[in-house]
């Protein structure tokens, strides 16, 4: 009989720590993200970004992060609303996410 219930002895469990991102690590992120390199975060960058961050719903966060972060409210981040767009990404506990090595 079958047991479902039971964890198979042979999966490897990863035991590595997910690292929170630095401030200067999600700048960066950000600004790769900036396609055509004029210094504003269109919705499509952002997009990009939060995909690259490992965000479920991009589409949705790229909103909440206007909404926080887009201060002059033309839809775009230029490089003064960029600290909050980090402080609203950092709130929502973005990682780097280890790699882990067999041995």
């Not at 590595?16 to 499509?44: P, R, V, W």
Request: glycine content about 6%; some cysteine.
């Amino acid at each position: 009989m079958l047991d479902f219930f039971r964890r198979p002895r042979n999966i490897i469990r990863c035991t590595c720590a997910h690292i929170s991102l630095t401030e200067s690590q999600m700048i960066n992120i950000f600004k790769k993200c900036d396609i055509n390199g004029d210094g504003y975060l269109t919705k499509e960058d952002l997009t990009e970004a939060f995909r690259q961050l490992g965000s479920t719903f991009p589409g949705y966060r790229v909103s909440r992060a206007l909404h926080h972060a887009d201060k002059n409210g033309d839809g775009l981040i230029d490089n003064k609303e960029l600290d909050q767009l980090v402080e609203y990404a950092r709130k929502r506990g973005y990682t780097l996410k280890n790699v882990c090595s067999s041995k």
